[in-house]
């Protein structure tokens, strides 16, 4: 089975939904992120959390907002989706085993379509 | 702020040839870099890491060296194969222990039989 892994794999929506993507991780990671990736973009961070106490913003936040339902479960919303917001999402995970390196695993990913 | 700069593709080859991916990067302090590659309708995997000025990250036949004085990165593979087909992503951790990686925006790589 996958450390990381994400649901949906795919989704369709329109614009003024509000669509939740999962994302839980049994690798026993404190450290969770949620990235989009865009063509020609890489990947940008949107939001990560240390724990499940501690969330931060990113560099692209704003239409976006995270839960962090326990150590294994992150969640991205977004509460009015927008065609700009189509794009790939991916959720990662790091550890403090692997601290000083800031390793990530990725999750498969989330391809979104906002019509 | 910090930043990674890398070459723009696609970069097309032929099964054997030689690769290099160039990578530059801007930061402060000491970052740690990072190789990650995506395979198609897959997420990142790391390739190979180095943590300090000097350092070599090897894997899979791909190699790349930490040059602190250049402030480069660059990925090298002496012979690809068409199964390295893949975008490859250079990046770096901010000096502070575990927050996120700073992506470069990817170069896709394709290698033909």
């Known amino acids: 089975d996958a450390d990381v892994t994400q649901t949906p794999r795919n989704r369709i929506t329109k614009t003024g939904k509000r669509i939740m993507l999962e994302c839980s991780q049994t690798?026993?990671?404190?450290?969770m992120y949620w990235y989009r990736q865009d063509p020609g973009l890489g990947l940008r961070l949107i939001y990560y959390?240390?724990?499940?106490?501690?969330?931060n913003k990113g560099e692209i936040s704003d239409g976006y907002s995270v839960s962090r339902q326990a150590q294994a479960k992150f969640s991205l919303s977004l509460e009015s989706a927008i065609p700009n917001q189509t794009a790939l999402y991916f959720c990662?995970?790091?550890?403090?085993?692997?601290?000083?390196?800031?390793?990530?695993?990725f999750g498969p990913g989330t391809r979104l379509t906002v019509l | 702020g910090d930043s990674v700069t890398q070459m723009e593709g696609p970069v097309t080859l032929s099964e054997e040839a030689f690769l290099t991916i160039n990578c530059t990067y801007t930061?402060?302090?000491?970052?740690?870099l990072f190789w990650y590659v995506q395979y198609p309708g897959e997420g990142l995997q790391l390739l190979l890491k180095?943590?300090?000025?000097?350092d070599k990250g090897s894997n899979k036949g791909f190699e790349a060296t930490y040059r602190k004085e250049t402030t480069s990165f660059h990925l090298e593979k002496g012979s690809v194969q068409v199964s390295d087909s893949a975008v490859y992503f250079c990046?770096?951790?901010?000096?502070?222990?575990?927050?996120?990686?700073?992506f470069g925006k990817g170069t896709t790589l394709s290698v033909s039989s």
């Open positions: 930061a402060t302090g000491y970052p740690s």
């Open positions: 180095a943590t300090k000025a000097d």
């Open positions: 990046a770096l951790s901010r000096t502070q222990a575990g927050t996120a990686l700073i």
């Open positions: 959390s240390f724990d499940v106490k501690d969330i």
């Open positions: 990662a995970t790091s550890g403090r085993t692997s601290e000083i390196y800031n390793e990530q695993f």
């Open positions: 690798k026993g990671h404190d450290r």
